[in-house]
């Protein structure tokens, strides 16, 4: 007998939740679908295609009055939703057919650098009282969970003031050693810029950016990086020399030599990510990539010549560097991933061939 349709969002949180999905996804003229373990699947079998009226019924049954008027003005509208089973990262667009909504199950619980199986020495970058950490890598691979893992690693370890400025807040971070202030842009502040602009004003000594994505922003946390506080951000790029010409390349060209300095001096460490399907099918593993800064690292971004970090990276291993095609040829030789994903997830393709062939 073919499953009714659910009349409210929470319904299908569940469902996806149950599934362990990482995404709800309920789109016009398709069926309710998940994302599990990185592949889109039908949140049930035979689900039937979501008509216009049926996801405005949706979006009519769970916003608040505000946004809704976001939603009228913007045509999107980007916010967390909580209920009884959880909190979310929710979108809501319009587009041709009608309106389309996302969820992005956030996990409850905090993990720990530990739970997580992160190298321990990620751990070194929350020790420094000062400086940039950049935690990159594209949509959907773990950047929020690692850097919530980093701050609560700072939160357990250090007496300080942390305010993470975020859009929107997704994990809830309780106050242990440090005080913890948690704002959300659009709700307790307008843009990321100005968010960054107040804190400054707020005695803090740990600022985390939940995305440095235009050139006031990347400013402001280059600057507050500089006069003694420690900044965690991230960027969507996918290796330590790519984040580095994407944070230079934002500036006017007659500023850059001048940001070089600044971040070759500031710059504490880069941890890129992606998420991989483990070859047994039961979930993802991560790949990561890390730049500790060092005088060589930083020589290379005052001259800007960010192509040499790759060879840097894999010379620097006793200083716990790891180049990314490295940490994936380890989980390919540990069985953790098949030879086609981690070809596919190279940055040196024929070299990965070359290994998988072996």
């Known amino acids: 007998m073919p499953m009714e349709i659910p009349k409210h969002v929470d319904e299908y949180l569940n469902l996806g939740k149950a599934a362990g999905a990482s995404d709800v996804h309920l789109s016009v003229s398709s069926p309710p679908t998940c994302r599990r373990y990185g592949q889109l699947l039908p949140l049930w079998q035979d689900a039937p295609l979501l008509t216009a009226e049926d996801t405005e019924a949706l979006v009519a049954g769970f916003l608040d009055e505000r946004q809704s008027e976001q939603l009228g003005k913007r045509g999107d509208v980007d916010f967390a939703y909580s209920n009884a089973m959880g909190r979310y990262r929710t979108s809501v667009v319009r587009q041709r057919l009608g309106l389309d909504l996302a969820f992005r199950i956030i996990n409850s619980d905090i993990l720990t650098l530990d739970q997580l199986g992160m190298p321990p020495q990620l751990k070194l970058l929350t020790q420094y009282q000062n400086g940039l950490v950049l935690v ?177 990276i894999q010379t620097g291993k006793k200083a716990g560097m790891i180049l990314m095609d490295d940490s994936v040829a380890d989980l390919y030789r540990n069985g953790l991933i098949t030879a086609l994903e981690a070809v596919y997830r190279a940055e040196n393709k024929p070299q990965m061939r070359a290994l998988c062939a072996a």
């Open 136 to 312: 990159t890598g594209p949509i959907g691979s773990g950047k929020t969970t690692t850097l919530a893992a980093l701050v609560q690693e700072i939160n357990a370890h250090r007496n300080d003031h942390i305010i993470t400025l975020e859009e929107p807040i997704e994990y809830l971070i309780p106050s242990a050693e440090c005080q913890v202030t948690q704002r959300e842009v659009h709700t307790h502040t307008k843009s990321f810029a100005a968010a960054l602009r107040g804190a400054l004003r707020e005695d803090p000594d740990v600022i985390m950016v939940g995305e440095m994505r235009d050139l006031e922003t990347i400013q402001l946390a280059i600057s507050a990086s500089e006069t003694g506080h420690l900044v965690l951000g991230t960027l969507h790029t996918s290796n330590s020399s790519r984040t580095l010409d994407r944070l230079l390349d934002v500036f006017p060209p007659d500023q850059r030599d001048q940001i070089r300095v600044m971040v070759s001096e500031s710059l504490r460490g880069i941890i890129s990510q992606q998420l991989i399907p483990r070859a047994d099918g039961n979930g993802r593993v991560v790949a990561m990539e890390i730049l500790m800064n060092s005088p060589a690292v930083a020589n290379v971004i005052r001259e800007s010549k960010t192509f040499m970090l790759p060879g840097i």
